[in-house]
Every structure is written in structure tokens, then in C-alpha cells.
């Protein structure tokens, strides 16, 4: 009997972060979960006695530090022997601001982490991932990366390069290693949340009228939920997507761009 898959996934502690480790788990795939910080990871012992026949470990890095970030393919091969899929869902929120008060702090905050992140981690495991023949790498954008939105200028930015650098990797990695984005759109986390309440301070609106006005564009008539994300995640990462690459999955619902 062969070994189980491997998965890597950053963000693990966040809400869609915590999905994805678990759908990945209940596909039979072992789990290395990556955050910033330990708090984050606290669920990780449960999820071992949860699923005994898999390998579940945590790695507290942070994505857009190098240092961090270059310890992780070493720990990974120690840990599981390979890497099969890597999962990009590390991701923050930009407090919402006009161009004349977006800082420079936050401008690269915000890019650092949505895209600089990105190319930290594929150019440490990179390697590892195509060590025994190949897998696939499948980093969460957004709809905002699809077009700019007011008053989230970085963000939008940030999300739409993560789009193309996924797909220069997806030409150039092929064919060992398939490269795909996936688009959410509304979806209810916490940082969701936390978008549509600095909107809202910035709009001069209550949050309950932004999110009202937000989610009535949705043409399926509500916000998403994680589990769709890790759903095309773990899709994008399975067997059943081979002839897959270069790709955006739009997951928001129907929401249809400007």
C-alpha cells in the first residue's frame, strides 16, 4: 500500500485555512499546517488523534519572512519524506483607504503578505514538489484581483499579480508541476468581515448596510462558506484536475465583474 499524499497548507489557522487542512484529511491526504503563529495552530493535536492513520504536523512561519520561510522544505522532507500539493491560502485584508491615505506601511504590508508570500514559498518548495515527479500548487486569489474595487487599491493589486505569477509558474513548471488560482468571492470569514466593516467607516455607511449591499449582488443570494474554498482546492489538487493548469477557478456565487 502506498504512502498517503502530502499537503502543505498556509494559512492553516484561518477559516478557510482550517477547511482546506480538513478536507485535505478527509481525502486521505497527510497535512503540514503553516501559520504565523502557534495560537493558530492550537487544533493541530486533535486533528492528528482525528485522523491516526495520517501525519498531521504544524510549522509556525511566517510567509514573507525568508529566514522562516527557507527552514520549511528541510523540516517538511524530515517530516513526510515528499510534498505532493501545495496549497497558498495565507492571505490578509487591507484596511479599506483612498490612494491619498494609504500609507506606504500598508501598501506593502498588504502585498507582502498576498503576493511577496506567494513567491517565498514556491521558491523554497518548489524544489521538494517536484521531487518525486511532480504535484500541484493552487494559490487563493479573489474576485478583487479581477478588477479594482475603491478603496482597496493594494489589495486588488496584490490579488491580480498573485493571478499572473501563478500563471508564469503554471508555463513554466509544466509539465511536472500544474499551477492554478481560485477566485473566491464573498465569503464569510472573519476577515470578510473585517473588510466590510472598514468599508463601511470609509463609505460613511453601517457595516449591516455595506454587507446587505455586498451580498445582494450575489446572484446565488448569499455569502460562501470555507468549504467551498477547500472544495476547489482539493479539486484543484487531486488527481481529477490533471489536465488542469494555468487556471483562475471563480468561486463567488455568480457575482459578474464591472
Known sequence: MSAPAVALVTGAGGGIGRAVVRTFLEAGT???????????????????????????????ADVTRTDQVATLPDRIAADFG?????ALVAGTVQTAAGIAELTPAEWRRVIDVNLTGAYEMTHALVPLLRQDGGGSLTAVSSWWGRYGHAFFAAYCAAKAGLIVFTQALADELAP???????????????????????????????????????W???????AGSPQDIANAIVFLSSP???????????????VVYH
Open 216 to 222: 445582494a449582488k450575489i446572484p446565488l443570494e448569499k
Open 240 to 254: 481529477a484536475a490533471a489536465y488542469i493548469t494555468g487556471a483562475s477557478l471563480d468561486v463567488n456565487g455568480g
Open 30 to 60: 497527510s497535512v503540514a499546517l503553516v501559520d504565523a503563529e502557534d495560537r493558530f495552530l492550537s487544533h493541530t493535536a486533535d486533528l492528528a488523534a482525528e485522523f491516526p492513520d495520517l501525519t498531521v504536523r504544524a510549522y509556525t
Open 82 to 86: 515528499r510534498l505532493d500539493a501545495l
Open 176 to 214: 511536472h508541476v500544474r499551477a492554478n488560482t481560485v477566485c473566491p468571492g464573498n465569503i464569510d470569514t472573519a476577515m470578510h468581515r473585517a473588510a466590510l466593516e472598514s468599508e463601511a467607516a470609509e463609505r460613511g455607511v453601517t457595516f449591516e448596510e455595506i454587507k446587505k449591499s455586498e
